[in-house]
């Protein structure tokens, strides 16, 4: 299972953080302080994973974006990259070429879409359109909350 | 997707405060503000605050006062209010705060809301943040929801009972005939929950893992439709369909395939497909092949199949892309030792891949490149690892050093490249060299008594270039004084000879003893190197006297006692001088792991004759053996240092404590070689004998070792042993040590098997032996059925 996602910037500051397991906000700080050191002390041209405990992190870089996977040993990484892209994707569609500006002022959003994909460290839902018309279906929801929302049912 | 207005302006507020101090400010503001609007019941705006909350949270700021906040908003009736709400929760909730177990009551009626968005909310925070309590009250109701016909819910509620079954072991027993139904889903979300939640389940429980191998052709039927399956536009990517649920299975087929034949044989053709059609030009392709490539090594697969897996990691090397290269090497590393014979087919590539940029990548092909070292391919590896070792990153020096000592002590082809190999080693990576390396080489030289004109040669020239490698340096001092008079003679066969006086020689070791680079180990190498010199040359004597004189005052404790003794030894005891100067014996081999190092401390301190020979070897503190000599010697008896072979030899032996032994070694100074584990002959035909003896390592595992010499007059070439043992027993057969038998029992070869019994069944072992004497094949079959070394009651 994945143990944790990060999204950080090329300076270090932290844009999206998703644990999968329970841990203390300490851990959560130190866990954070390191993954942002390691993965962007990597000179360029090497590989996207890493070996930390005993977890292997695969990281990989977006315009200003680093995205960082912690996952547990039996994961396959070359999955663990596509996993990656695959969110990229999804919020790339959601927003429009996405950028990090979108994800910093619309957090809650990313998140939103975060998890209508992955889900207590799995992948939830392997199509894009499914994720792409859940998140339209509740953004709907929401705006239709001053009036009558009880049988408001879209796509199942 | 109205954004939120107020929170945009907000965090367009903290973005523009230029200093950290400026941006706490306006946090502090920011926050006082939120808190301020809690405590305000209006509804209107709350999630908006919240999620302003949330963001300050997100820059690393406290905001546990968020909490019951949290609590109410997901107990609110309206949507907006309860997204943000349980986004909080899974944010600023885990399941050691109090406030956690507030929410359980509003999870559990959402779940059973009548919109399946508000149900998606709950489950996903259940799956996110649920503790063991929380898990164990809404079980029952999860696995209702496994039930339900609305596919977008079952897909979490199965992730949620995945979530479940890891916080609450037990509960696993409830979720089994769900999750068996669920596989046949159509739906792919659906369909990879199911599997995730087996493989959770099976993982977990022996006895589940047992009742889900029926569901193998099921599986495998469900592969074969997404493998052969045209496009479909929903799940493909990049050409493979659904690559995500393709990985899942694939794992799920690893764990319940391992151990079981039956299983194994009913997915060999459906990997075979896989390996063979998917499509390895972009990413996905290749880890889909990766994830069979897995499996394959993992169940009991067909040897064809296996060799298929073991082609797909030697294309993978060649892959260009980076992260290809790398796992292909993980995944070799893995089987090295049980496939070696097929990793041996891409040595090649990898030792290559010791060029490449990527450290990762580098340390890889390092651990692979020594554990695929052979008696036929020493040479070549070893020159590329030596090229290695001078431009390797310095994390990697010593692992490389003493991989590469390892190597060349197990197959060195001859004497001089072995000496030669170290030698380089001191110069490239002296720094980063192990402190056994020393003795070691200086044992190796001495018993070498063909190249020592060589070697002191090489070492003299090497001093003189750099006297910074501490290692280097010790050696060279040693050799120097040993086999001086070999270099002052000035000529040599074996490499172009230096013409030096002796005060050349003394200039050097004097350079060592005065600079600041050597350490204080490496300065009573050179004093003592230079006191030696007092007995090989002729005309320098007396500057010898007066170095040794000069360090009598030293501060160093052990420079000053060191020169005090030889002071003494030119004076008192000059006439004994030649004698304990005398060259040193070849020091006997210890066996590997055997240290000297529990000798109690020595207790007679006064014979220089003993502290000279003591610091020759440069080992620990000697065992009792000596001083008993030394006892001896003082007793009148004016022989040359006859005890310095015992010495050699009682060095290499089982350590003694001093005190009692002492008396016992005064009678008569047997060395007392550890006690080998029994040898017993299995097979002994043409001349060829095979012997094999035991260690037990543990409860179950044990090491056997089996070792074959030639004692006919012509020599046996392609040597080769193969072993079977009883079902329920593994083995693991190491590389041999060579290949071929010289005759009249030149070199022994000897092969490691590693056994491990968990079963305790009888053990037995066939051996088949093969091999070509005198130009015709032998093959021969031998059963051991007790192992020497073995109690009666079995392992």
């Known amino acids: 299972m994945m143990r944790f996602m990060l999204l950080f910037s090329r300076q270090g500051r932290l844009r999206l953080q998703k644990w999968f397991t329970a841990i203390s906000e300490r851990e959560k700080k130190k866990i954070i302080r390191e993954m942002t ?52 994707e ?38 894009k359109q499914i994720v792409n018309r859940a998140i339209e279906s509740s953004d709907m929801l929401q705006e239709d909350d001053h009036s009558e929302w009880y049988d408001v049912e879209l796509f199942g | ?38 405590r305000n019941t209006d509804n209107e705006g709350r999630s908006h605050n919240l999620a302003k909350l949330l963001y300050v949270h997100m820059l690393g700021y406290p905001a546990h006062f968020g909490q019951m906040e949290c609590v109410r908003m997901i107990a609110s009736p309206r949507y907006s209010d309860k997204r943000v709400g349980y986004l909080g929760a ?63 819910i079952k897909k979490k509620a199965a992730l949620c009972a995945v979530h479940i079954v890891r916080k609450v072991r037990e509960l696993g027993e409830l979720f089994v005939p769900s999750a068996r139904s669920l596989l046949s889903e159509k739906n792919h979300g659906v369909l990879h929950g199911a599997v995730v939640l087996i493989t959770q389940l099976c993982e977990q429980s022996p006895e589940t893992l047992e009742r889900f191998r029926k569901t193998v052709p099921d599986l495998v039927q469900i592969m074969k439709g997404l493998v052969i399956s045209g496009y479909s536009p929903d799940h493909d990517v990049a050409g493979v369909s ?184 001191l110069t490239t990576a002296g720094a980063d060299v192990r402190d056994e390396t020393v003795p070691n080489l200086i044992q190796l030289i001495t018993n070498t008594s063909e190249l020592h004109c060589y070697t002191v040669h090489k070492l003299y020239r090497a001093l003189l270039t750099d006297i910074s490698q501490q290692p280097l340096v010790q050696v060279a001092c040693w050799c120097i004084g040993e086999y001086g008079d070999l270099l002052l003679k000035g000529e040599c066969q074996e490499t172009e000879a230096v013409q030096v006086t002796e005060d050349d020689v003394l200039d050097a070791l004097e350079i060592v003893l005065q600079s600041h680079m050597s350490t204080p180990t490496t300065r009573g190498f050179a004093l003592t190197a230079t006191m030696k010199l007092s007995t090989r040359i002729i005309d320098n004597v007396d500057r010898i006297r007066s170095v040794v004189s000069i360090y009598g005052s030293c501060i160093d404790v052990e ?96 350590p003694t404590t001093a005190g009692g032994d002492l008396l016992d070694l005064l009678g008569g100074l047997e060395p007392t070689p550890p006690t080998p584990a029994p040898a017993v002959t299995v097979y002994e035909k043409n001349g060829v004998t095979l012997t094999i003896s035991c260690e037990q390592q543990s409860d179950s595992g044990l090491t056997v070792t089996l070792t074959a010499s030639n004692s006919s007059d012509s020599d046996i070439s392609g040597f080769t042993l193969q072993a079977a043992v009883p079902k329920s027993v593994q083995l693991q057969m190491r590389a041999p040590s060579r290949d071929s038998l010289p005759a009249n029992g030149a070199a022994k070869l000897t092969q490691l098997v590693i056994l491990n019994n968990p079963n305790k069944v009888n053990l037995k072992m066939r051996i088949r032996v093969s091999y070509t004497s005198q130009g015709s094949a032998v093959q021969d079959m031998v059963q051991v059925d007790s192992f020497p070394g073995i109690g009666a009651a079995g392992l």
């Not at chain 1, 500006?101 to 460290?121: P, Q, S, V």
């Not at chain 2, 779940?111 to 164990?136: D, I």
């Open chain 2, 242 to 425: 659904d690559p995500f649920l393709q990985v899942r299975i694939l794992r799920l087929l690893r764990i319940l395939g391992r151990h079981n034949e039956a299983a194994s044989d009913a997915m060999n053709d459906l990997l075979a497909q896989v390996a063979t059609n998917t499509d390895s030009t972009k990413t996905v392709g290749n880890a889909v092949l990766y994830e069979t490539v897995l499996t394959v090594l993992d169940i009991k697969s067909e040897s064809g199949l296996r060799v298929l897996a073991v082609n797909i990691l030697g294309r993978f090397l060649l892959n260009n892309d980076r992260n290809i290269r790398y796992i292909a090497m993980t995944s070799l590393q893995k089987i090295v030792v049980t496939d070696h014979i097929a990793v041996q087919r891409h040595r090649g590539t990898i030792v290559d891949c010791l060029k490449d940029q990527d450290a990762s990548v580098k340390r890889r092909a390092l651990e692979l490149s020594l554990a695929l070292v052979s008696a036929s391919n020493i040479r070549s590896t070893m020159k590329e690892l030596l090229i290695f070792l001078s431009s390797c990153p310095p994390e990697l020096r010593a692992h490389a050093a003493s991989g590469i000592f390892n190597a060349a002590e197990r197959y060195a082809p001859s004497q001089r490249w072995h000496i030669d190999t170290i030698l380089h080693v």
């Open chain 2, 559 to 654: 420079l000053q006692q060191r020169a005090v003794e030889y002071n003494a030894l030119f004076k008192k005891y000059d006439h004994m001088r030649a004698a304990v100067l005398e060259r040193m014996p070849v020091i006997q081999k210890n066996s590997v792991g055997q240290t000297n190092g529990e000798v109690g401390e020595e207790t007679v301190k006064e014979s220089q004759a003993a502290k000279v020979a003591q610091k020759e070897m440069a080992l620990p503190p000697q065992p009792a053996g000596q001083v008993c000599d030394l006892l001896d010697l003082l007793g009148g008896s004016q022989e040359p240092l006859q005890p310095s072979s015992s010495l050699g030899g009682a060095a290499s032996t089982q």
């Open chain 1, 37 to 88: 050191t390691m993965v962007l002390a990597r000179p360029p041209r090497t590989c996207n994973f890493l070996r930390w405990k005993d977890l292997k992190i695969v990281y990989k870089r977006y315009a200003s974006l680093y995205f960082c996977l912690g996952v547990e040993d039996e994961e396959n990484e070359l999955l663990a990259l596509e996993i990656i892209h695959r969110y990229v």
């Open chain 2, 1 to 38: 997707m109205s954004p939120s207005v107020p929170l945009q302006e907000m965090i367009r507020a903290i973005r523009s405060a230029r200093t950290q101090c400026e941006e706490r400010g306006v946090i502090q503001r920011e926050c006082a503000a939120i808190r301020a609007q809690f």
């Open chain 2, 90 to 152: 899974m944010m600023l909730l885990d399941e050691k705060q109090d406030a956690s177990l507030l929410i359980t009551n509003s999870i559990k009626n959402d779940l059973s809301h009548s919109n399946q968005y508000v149900q998606s909310l709950a489950l996903c925070t259940l799956a996110c943040m649920g503790s063991a309590e929380m898990c164990r009250d809404l079980a029952p109701e999860i696995d209702r929801l496994l039930r339900s016909s609305n596919s977008y």
């Open chain 1, 90 to 127: 999804l919020l790339d569609k959601y927003f429009g070429n996405v950028c990090e500006l979108d994800i910093i002022f619309n957090f809650e959003k990313a998140y939103f879409i975060l998890d209508e994909f992955l889900m207590g460290g799995e992948i939830q839902e392997t199509s």
